[in-house]
């Protein structure tokens, strides 16, 4: 069964940077859909960015456009998320989430949080000074 293990987190300073990884373990990694949440203290899990099986496709929530990245090594089963520009707002748990590939209508389905069969127990981030 496919398994997902976060790490990298930590802190940092505003304005820094870090990158999280997100590594799988199982078969049929390359059918999977990978996605990207944060949760922080009170609020909802929301998705941040997502990238199809393949890694040709991918989405970014608007709060993090621009200054994070998605990318994957299906060789070595690893999903990376570089973040830039790093601001309060950022500190979250932050959590990988895998979702068999299936046809979808538009962008926006690519994770879906409720296709999201399988998750990784999370890495924590918080940007302070």
């Known amino acids: 069964q496919l398994q997902l293990v976060e790490s990298g987190g930590g802190l940092v300073q505003p304005g820094g940077s870090l990158r999280l990884s997100c590594t799988a373990s199982?078969?049929?990694?390359?059918?999977?859909?990978i996605g990207w949440f944060r949760q922080a203290p009170g609020k909802e899990r929301e998705e941040i960015t997502c990238?199809?099986?393949?890694?040709?496709?991918?989405t970014y929530a608007d709060s993090v456009k621009g200054r994070f990245t998605i990318s994957r090594d299906n060789a070595k089963k690893t999903v990376y998320l570089q973040m830039n520009n790093l601001n309060s707002e950022d500190t979250a748990d932050y959590y990988c989430?895998?979702?068999?590939?299936?046809?979808?209508?538009?962008?926006?389905?690519?994770?879906?949080?409720?296709?999201?069969?399988?998750w990784g127990k999370g890495t924590p981030v918080t940007v302070s000074s």
């Open positions: 989430a895998a979702g068999l590939r299936r046809p979808i209508s538009s962008m926006r389905q690519l994770c879906a949080r409720d296709k999201m069969a399988v």
């Open positions: 199982g078969v049929n990694f390359d059918y999977f859909n």
């Open positions: 990238i199809s099986s393949r890694g040709s496709s991918t």
